[in-house]
């Protein structure tokens, strides 16, 4: 399974909404112009999310859009699905070896698992924890 920009961007999306909940709507063009993405390309994305009532709008000269709960209540999974449609990397067949057809399921229900575990707060908030040493040049 390959997310597409639909997926990726929709979750750009989700996150700037995260940061400033509780601060008012936000707009889709600060948030184009903030990722440098497409303002037009995002109004496209946030009808499906809107639709699935994951975020809001709100009319009006300082109008724009909010999450419609929570950042803690929405998953990474719930908005791939919205955007992407169902999780599965390949399609199961019921006549395929049952060797390979429980590692695509095996396969399937570990991406399930991290998307429907991975809260939109736990994106917005992420702090990278990891060796900093990494990124360090040395002359």
Known sequence: ?????????????????AKK??????SLKSIAKDHDLSEHYLEQLIAPLRNALL???????????MLAKEAEKITAGDIIRVLEGPISP???????????RDLWIKIRDAVKDVLDNT????LANYEDKGNQEYYMFYI
């Open 1 to 17: 399974m390959k997310i597409s920009t639909k997926g990726r961007y929709g979750l750009t999306i989700m996150m700037a909404l």
């Open 21 to 26: 909940q509780g601060e008012g709507p936000v």
């Open 55 to 65: 975020v809001k709008s709100v009319r009006g000269a300082y109008g724009g859009y």
């Open 90 to 100: 390949v399609e199961v067949l019921e006549d395929e070896e049952p060797a390979k």
């Open 119 to 122: 809260t939109l707060d736990q």
